[in-house]
DNA sequence: AGATACTCTTACGTAAAAGTCAAATAAGTG
DNA sequence: CACTTATTTGACTTTTACGTAAGAGTATCT
């Protein structure tokens, strides 16, 4: 595990550009240290980076990635910010269900369009 | 099975705008048809702003919405247009996997999360 | 030393997906 | 029939998530 990561090499690995990492930041996602002015990112920022780009893959706008990446690392906290998050965190697991089911339908949709193709071009080869 | 919906019978259901269904229309997502200049949706356009909608939440945008709702509707056609839509359909099955990938993975997270906030509470009133 | 490769900040630009507003029609109701 | 409510088109605005370009600093290679 190294122990800093350049800018250029995130973009290189995650496919995405500076202006995006600097974007992060300044959406407070991520807080890379600096050498001088130069941005060092350690593993854990990352992994950050990971997380962020598996909720724009799953349509999450920023404001609520960084919402559930709050949850993440929220701090023990008192009762109250404790019940806050668990609540917070049931929402969004209902949401994700609800977003499964639709990869499911749309699963189930998207094979019976292939298994149609599927016996179409079999009626094709028969036919000709 | 109703014949017709108005317009604002379907914002109502589906918790959106007038200018949102103009718009899919627009982009030829539905295709309602007309009495005067009014437009009137039937059942058939009701299924597919469902579809939309369903795209929308997974993170599609209209470009790739207007791709999928075209793969259902695709006619007979010939060899290579099938072999195309095969290859589309199956392009779009292994992003929804990876999508499905990505909210098991999230969801384990949040329970964790939940988990961590529920022993941090018991804690608490074992402490105080 | 010069070239090459990264990096920084600042600022303006842009595409997507609607939101908002205006002005005009149309339709339904007491 | 007047009134209200729904609908239309068209145009302008907004938000999000970056893209892009300018201008300057820094580090490494040759």
Redesign the interface.
């Known amino acids: 595990m190294r122990d800093y990561y350049t800018i250029t090499e995130l973009t290189r690995e995650f496919g995405i550009s500076t202006r995006t990492l600097r974007f992060y930041e300044d959406e407070g996602l991520i807080h890379p240290v600096r050498r001088g002015r130069t941005r060092l990112f350690r593993p854990a920022d990352r992994i950050l980076i990971k997380q962020i780009l598996?909720?724009?893959?799953?349509?999450?706008s920023i404001a609520e990635i960084r919402e559930?990446i709050q949850?993440?690392k929220?701090p023990?906290?008192?009762?109250g910010q404790?019940?806050t998050?668990?609540n917070k965190?049931?929402e969004?697991?209902e949401e994700?269900?609800?977003?499964?089911k639709?990869?499911?339908?749309?699963?189930a949709?998207?094979?019976q369009?292939?298994e149609a193709?599927?016996g179409?071009?079999a009626e094709?080869r028969v036919t000709s």
């Open positions: 598996r909720g724009k893959r799953l349509g999450f559930i949850m993440y929220a023990p906290g008192e009762v404790l019940r998050i668990i965190a049931a969004k697991r994700l269900r609800q977003k499964r639709d990869i499911e339908d749309t699963l949709e998207l094979e369009v292939e193709c599927l179409r071009l094709l």
